[in-house]
């Protein structure tokens, strides 16, 4: 069964930080298929946030570089998105996929606030 399910989500202050977690099935996580982050904010489109290849190769979107850290362990089949130094604007629901993304793979996402 096909399945990513994305934790870790939550309530932040502005300048805080969260971990966010997503496990993926066995079939999605291939050694060699490259894994990214998306988020959603309210009222906008879906965008990507960050992506890691299966060598371990990274980037990210400009909004976000320099502030969060994407990372796979293969051996339990997760990636994370460590999120540092959060801002009001990072508020959304946050996904992970396949990269470029496979429409049947959006799972239910975690919501980030960020609010004082």
């Known amino acids: 069964q096909v399945q990513l399910v994305e934790s870790g989500g939550g309530l932040v202050q502005p300048g805080g930080s969260l971990r966010l977690s997503c496990a993926a099935s066995r079939s999605i996580f291939n050694i060699y298929t490259s894994l990214g982050w998306y988020r959603q904010a309210p009222g906008k489109l879906r965008e990507w946030v960050a992506v890691?290849?299966?060598?371990?190769?990274?980037n990210y979107a400009d909004s976000v570089k320099g502030r969060f850290t994407i990372s796979r362990d293969n051996a339990v089949n997760t990636i994370y998105l460590q999120m540092n130094s959060l801002k009001p604007e990072d508020t959304a629901v946050y996904y992970c996929?396949?990269?470029?993304?496979?429409?049947?793979?959006w799972g239910q996402g975690t919501q980030v606030t960020v609010s004082s």
């Open positions: 996929n396949k990269h470029p993304p496979t429409t049947g793979y």
């Open positions: 890691i290849t299966s060598r371990g190769s990274t």
